[in-house]
């Protein structure tokens, strides 16, 4: 789904990510969403939780950041309502 589609949570934990999305590619930008979409906004119940570390270690390593700098209070926030 578009990022234009994502809840307005979601969108915040994306924009708060310590990365300059201009030194990025159209296309490298468009991965990271999809592994975003794939490693952060499902359920374990929706999809194997392999998929999802597999989605997240693809989603930091094209983005070049760390778990660590991850703000996984905020995604937590946006994914459960805490």
């Known amino acids: 789904m578009p990022y234009e589609d994502w809840m ?17 590619t159209s296309g490298q930008i468009e991965y990271a969403e999809y592994f975003f979409e794939e490693g952060f906004m499902r359920y374990a119940g929706e999809q194997d939780p392999a998929d999802i570390q597999f989605a997240r270690e693809q989603f930091f390593e094209e983005l070049g950041i760390d778990a660590e700098e991850f703000d996984w209070a905020g995604w937590r926030e946006a994914m459960y309502g805490d």
């Open 8 to 24: 307005p949570e979601f969108q915040e934990v994306w924009q708060d990510l310590p990365v300059d999305f201009s030194e990025l």
